[in-house]
C-alpha cells in the first residue's frame, strides 16, 4: 500500500470528518485542500472563486497537490469535491497515495448542505437540483480516480474510518 491515504468524493460526503478519524488512528498529519487553500490564499472559497473563477481554484487545487508530493511525507488528505475534475489532479493523487471515493446518495448531501452559504457551485436556487445534476456528471470521475470506494450511506464517520481501513 502507499502511505498517504487521499479521500475524494462530492461535497457533503463527510471527507474532512472521516479524514481526521483516519488521521488519529494512523498517527498521520490531516490535510484539507480546501482549508491549506484558504490559509496559503487568506481567502475563503467563495471569495476566490468569486474574485477570480473556478479555473483560478483548480490551479490551486493542482499546485496544493503538488506541493505535498514535494513533501514526501505520509498524509491523510482529505480532498475539495471538484478535484478529480481535471485528469492532470488524478494522476498526481494517484501518484501521493491510495485514493478512497466516499459514495454519497444527493439525497444526504441535500440535508447535509441545507442552507450552506459557503460552496459558490451550490448557491442560488434550487441547490437539490444541482446537486444531483453535479452528481450525475461527476459519477464516473469519481469511480475512475479511486483505487477503493465505499458506499458511506446511513454509516457514521468512525464506522466509514473503520470500512476503509479493513479494505486497504
Ligand atoms: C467543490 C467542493 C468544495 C470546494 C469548492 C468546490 C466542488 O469542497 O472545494 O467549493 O467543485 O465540488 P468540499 O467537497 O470539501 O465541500
Given at each position: 500500500?502507499?502511505?498517504?491515504?487521499?479521500?475524494?468524493?462530492f461535497m457533503g460526503?463527510?471527507?474532512?470528518?472521516?479524514?481526521?478519524?483516519?488521521?488519529?488512528?494512523?498517527?498521520?498529519?490531516?490535510?484539507?485542500?480546501?482549508?491549506?487553500?484558504?490559509?496559503?490564499?487568506?481567502?475563503?472559497?467563495?471569495?476566490?472563486?468569486?474574485?477570480?473563477?473556478?479555473?483560478?481554484?483548480?490551479?490551486?487545487?493542482?499546485?496544493?497537490?503538488?506541493?505535498?508530493?514535494?513533501?514526501?511525507?505520509?498524509?491523510?488528505?482529505?480532498?475539495?469535491?471538484?478535484?478529480?475534475?481535471?485528469?492532470?489532479?488524478?494522476?498526481?493523487?494517484?501518484?501521493?497515495?491510495?485514493?478512497?471515493?466516499?459514495?454519497?446518495?444527493p439525497e444526504?448531501v441535500a440535508s447535509r448542505l441545507k442552507g450552506d452559504t459557503?460552496r459558490p457551485l451550490l448557491q442560488g436556487t434550487d441547490a437539490e437540483e444541482k446537486i444531483k445534476n453535479l452528481l450525475t456528471l461527476?459519477?464516473?470521475?469519481?469511480?475512475?480516480?479511486?483505487?477503493?470506494?465505499?458506499?458511506?450511506?446511513?454509516?457514521?464517520?468512525?464506522?466509514?474510518?473503520?470500512?476503509?481501513?479493513?479494505?486497504?
Amino acid at each position: 500500500m502507499k502511505k498517504s491515504i487521499i479521500l475524494i468524493g462530492f461535497m457533503g460526503a463527510g471527507k474532512t470528518t472521516v479524514g481526521r478519524c483516519l488521521a488519529r488512528k494512523l498517527g498521520l498529519s490531516m490535510i484539507d485542500t480546501d482549508y491549506y487553500i484558504e490559509q496559503t490564499q487568506k481567502m475563503k472559497i467563495s471569495e476566490i472563486f468569486a474574485q477570480y473563477g473556478e479555473a483560478y481554484f483548480r490551479d490551486l487545487e493542482t499546485k496544493t497537490i503538488q506541493h505535498l508530493i514535494k513533501q514526501g511525507e505520509n498524509y491523510i488528505v482529505s480532498c475539495g469535491g471538484g478535484m478529480v475534475l481535471r485528469s492532470e489532479n488524478r494522476d498526481l493523487l494517484k501518484t501521493l497515495g491510495t485514493v478512497i471515493y466516499l459514495r454519497v446518495r444527493p439525497e444526504t448531501v441535500a440535508s447535509r448542505l441545507k442552507g450552506d452559504t459557503t460552496r459558490p457551485l451550490l448557491q442560488g436556487t434550487d441547490a437539490e437540483e444541482k446537486i444531483k445534476n453535479l452528481l450525475t456528471l461527476r459519477e464516473g470521475i469519481y469511480e475512475a480516480a479511486a483505487d477503493v470506494q465505499v458506499d458511506t450511506d446511513g454509516l457514521l464517520p468512525e464506522e466509514i474510518c473503520v470500512k476503509i481501513l479493513n479494505q486497504i
